[in-house]
């Protein structure tokens, strides 16, 4: 496992996101939507450092599948959420910006309930992965195309406790796999 982003670097790039945020929202009050499960940390983070009026909320983006071994688009649960969002500026917030397909199915399905304006704020963006014609309005790191574990992002249950984000090596995911 080698590190990719320290818990300092952590720390600041954070710091300098919710500064971004803060400074696009003043004076509008905020509903914020985390992405389960892996935005847990990110979300708690931005939050104690955001003096903006905000609501939080969390959305578990599933594929809905049906009868179909293939997954579906991602579902969220209006009823639970259309209050939180209706009139007011969303921002969702995700882990990663991998494929982006995430972030392309759920902002429409806000934007659906009513919300003023939907953006999004990711921590990591993997670099050259985009199968999609949009980029995150906030983001606190560019990397490289690996499989990236802590806080908050775990592979098999294991890791999301880290204070740091590390990429697994190969080995590492082969081994895990065959626990």
Do not use: C
């Not at 997954?71 to 969702?92: C, K, M, N, Q, T």
């Amino acid at each position: 496992m080698k590190t990719l982003v320290s818990e300092e670097q952590l720390r600041d790039g954070v710091r300098r996101m919710a500064g971004e945020i803060q400074k696009h929202y003043e004076g509008h009050p905020l509903t914020i939507v985390g992405v389960l499960i892996g935005s847990l940390v990110l979300m708690s983070d931005l939050i104690r450092l955001l003096s903006i009026p905000l609501r939080a909320e969390m959305v578990q983006a599933r594929n809905a599948r049906g009868n179909s071994p293939r997954p579906g688009p991602l579902a969220i649960d209006e009823d639970l959420l259309s209050f939180a969002v209706r009139g007011r500026d969303v921002l969702l917030v995700d882990d990663i910006f991998h494929t982006g397909r995430t972030l392309w199915e759920l902002i429409p399905q806000i934007d659906d309930l009513g919300a003023t304006s939907v953006r999004s704020a990711v921590l990591l963006a993997k670099q050259g992965q985009s199968q999609v014609d949009l980029k995150p309005d906030f983001v606190g790191f560019s990397i490289p195309d690996e499989f990236v574990v802590g806080y908050g992002m775990d592979f098999r249950d294991r890791y999301r406790n880290l204070p740091y984000v590390a990429a697994l090596e190969p080995a590492e995911l082969a081994e895990e796999s065959g626990r």
